[in-house]
């Protein structure tokens, strides 16, 4: 019975996908439609528009109004995650030295729960790949929160990490190494500007290092890597500089129509952001100096001189 129920819905899911491969869209006529898995919505690729929706609530059927409700009401313990090397399901002993009715330990208790804390941190890791594990998502981690990117960046980084585990790349390399360049492969992947520079200022290795060992990676794993937009750099300096909008508006039209010409290939992305920025903020009467905007993208100004020359010049601006 179990296995007819599988065939129906492997039956089921074909038809379906060969029904989404019939039609078009609605809106702008294209076939490239898809069906997402989380949602289940038939979506258009070219427009994003949604075609037809089969949501399925999968929350709770319990409703709470304050977060002690919620605990009282929660029937499960913390989603699994990529970010801890047991994924979250193993326990843990609270330091607190109470016990369940909120009383003290006596001093005999507090040291046998010290004694089992101990115990209960050596067994976590059973062999050195898990002690590696461990220490280097602890690592990933603390990274990532000086950087102040989002916890998707992290799985990311995690998945990238256990990837090159896997495939024995860590030999003969740092932990602190590897575990920086896949977080550098994550900020690339999640489209989140941060570069070399700034991830190497929050880590214990070197940028040289970090850099070779991110190239070693993205080529042993596959990886593609799509070049960053210094557009993805605009809010962020802009943001640190002061900036009004107008002067974003004017650094993204001069990025993009510098870029037409074929001027960015081989360029630093920050520098070039960076130098987009100056010269906008001169057009728009809202001067900065090279150095001021040289310390936020973390370039030279010779840098932000070199780019501003040759922006100005593909743009025929005197």
């Given amino acids: ?65 304050n977060h002690s409700e919620r605990n009282s009401k929660s029937r499960v313990g913390a989603p699994t995650t990529k970010t801890m090397h047991d994924k979250g399901l193993t326990t843990q002993i609270d330091w607190k030295d109470k016990d369940a009715y909120g009383r ?86 999640e489209s989140i500007p941060r570069s070399l520079e700034e991830v190497a200022d929050v880590s214990r290795v070197e940028k040289k290092e970090i850099g070779r060992t991110y190239r070693y990676i993205a080529q042993e794993l596959s990886l593609e890597m799509k070049p960053v937009d210094p557009k993805e750099y605009v809010p962020r300096f802009c943001s640190a500089l002061d900036s009004s909008e107008e002067v974003q508006a004017k650094a993204r039209e001069i990025i993009d129509t510098t870029a037409e010409e074929g001027l960015l290939s081989g360029k630093s992305p920050t520098g070039f952001a960076a130098a987009a920025i100056y010269a906008a903020s001169l057009l728009c009467n809202e001067k900065k100096t090279q150095r001021e905007v040289a310390d936020v993208a973390q370039v030279t100004e010779v840098t932000i001189r070199n780019r501003y020359q040759e922006q100005i010049e593909t743009m025929g601006i005197h």
């Fill in 1 to 65: 019975m179990e296995r007819s129920l599988r065939q129906r819905d492997s039956k089921s899911a074909h038809t379906e996908q060969e029904s989404a491969d019939e039609r078009t869209c609605d809106e702008c006529g294209s076939s490239a439609l898809t069906t997402s898995e989380d949602q289940g919505e038939l979506v258009c690729e070219e427009c994003g528009l949604v075609i037809e929706t089969r949501n399925i609530d999968r929350g709770p059927e319990w409703r709470a109004f």
């Fill in 104 to 189: 003290s330990l006596s001093s005999e208790k507090r040291n046998q729960m010290h004694r089992l804390r101990k115990w209960q941190e050596r067994i976590r890791t059973k062999d050195a790949g898990e002690r590696n594990l461990q220490f280097a998502l602890s690592e990933i981690d603390r990274m990532a929160s000086a950087l102040g990117v989002p916890r998707s960046v992290r799985e990311v980084a995690s998945v990238v990490y256990r990837r090159a585990l896997n495939e024995d790349l860590i030999r003969g390399r740092s932990i602190e190494g590897v575990s920086t360049s896949c977080l550098y492969v994550a900020c690339r992947q």
